[in-house]
């Protein structure tokens, strides 16, 4: 295997272990992954994740566009067995401010060539949250030092208020 599928293959593996995906041993949950994974305008600035209690799916996270928060409840009530869903998602304030601190911590995160690798893919491994110029990171990464490395590379990023990481470790 070359080293850009071998990437590729890690970015999939990461994919399999963000907070949309906390659930899915049973088919229901691994369908309401499936749907929000697959939502066209979910990117790297946006967090989704969603509990499943019986059929009732309560969906959670943050957005930038109102119609990812939109999209997703539609989506998840179309799963066949899906009874009330209840959509928690918040979608971030509009703000110039805050998408330049979203663009400065994207280069100043992704800049950087070791973590470069989480930012393949279609959904990335690692997303960006800003809300009023505090960045919060979340997602999957492969190792402590990763997850260290990628919250020193958002220190000292212009605008941003506080940074934070709630990156998880795979194992």
């Known amino acids: 295997m070359n080293k850009s599928l071998g990437m590729m293959a890690l970015a999939g593996l990461l994919l ?3 907070p949309i995906l906390a659930h899915q041993d049973a088919p229901l949950e691994r369908a309401v992954s499936d749907a929000l994974l697959s939502l066209p305008h979910y990117g790297v600035f946006d967090n989704l994740a969603f509990a499943v209690n019986g059929p009732d799916v309560v969906l959670s ?5 109102p119609i990812t928060k939109d999209e ?7 799963i066949k ?16 401010s805050d998408d330049a601190v979203r663009k400065n911590a994207y280069r100043a995160l992704f ?17 960006i949250i800003v809300k009023g110029g505090h960045i919060t990171l979340v997602g999957v990464v492969s190792s402590q ?3 260290d490395l990628a919250l020193l590379s958002i220190r000292g990023v212009p605008g941003a208020q506080s940074q934070k990481s709630l990156l998880k470790i795979a194992k």
């Open 81 to 96: 067995g899906i009874g009330k869903v209840v959509n928690s998602i918040e979608v971030l304030p509009l703000s110039p």
């Open 111 to 127: 800049g950087t060539s070791d973590l470069h690798k989480y930012s393949m893919g279609a959904n990335p491994s690692i997303h």
């Open 16 to 18: 399999l272990a963000v």
């Open 61 to 65: 996270g943050q957005v930038v566009l």
């Open 145 to 147: 030092s990763d997850a």
């Open 72 to 78: 997703a409840a539609k989506r998840v009530q179309r």
